[in-house]
């Protein structure tokens, strides 16, 4: 089950540029950055969200790509989820493409997996099971 929107993910091809015109534009308290394999992050509450922010640390990496590609913008959109691995059945079952059938862990020890944007009207979706949530 969906319980809410956990965050959108934003490619930017420059983090600290883009933390400063979120903090001076709209008052946004930024998180700090945080470092996670390839990407340099950080987080922006909104409500009762957030923007994450990322940039590619490699020219070549999953971010840099997307920004070479499609431009500075929204990369995901990220569902939180109380059990991901009965979520990720279910879709699968539906027909659902999904590019990890077996969720991992992120920076935070939170479990997420993302669905193909083939299978969501060209927007790629992440769930994330937060860490405080009952795994089996």
Do not use: W
Not at 18 to 39: D, H, I
Not at 83 to 95: A, T, V
């Amino acid at each position: 089950m969906i319980k809410r929107i956990s965050h959108i993910g934003v490619a930017v091809s420059d983090l600290e540029e883009a933390r400063v015109f979120f903090r001076e534009n709209f008052g946004f308290s930024v998180k700090e950055k945080e470092n996670f394999g390839e990407l340099i992050f950080s987080f922006v509450p909104v409500g009762d969200t957030n923007l994450e922010l990322l940039q590619s640390t490699e020219p070549d990496g999953q971010i840099a790509r997307f920004v070479e590609k499609r431009g500075q913008g929204v990369h995901h959109i990220s569902f939180e989820v109380e059990d991901i691995q009965r979520e990720l059945d279910r879709l699968k079952s539906r027909g659902i493409k999904l590019i990890n059938e077996k969720p991992y862990l992120n920076a935070h020890k939170d479990l997420v997996a993302f669905i193909h944007p083939k299978s969501t009207f060209g927007v790629l979706i992440e769930l994330i099971q937060k860490k405080d949530e009952k795994r089996a």
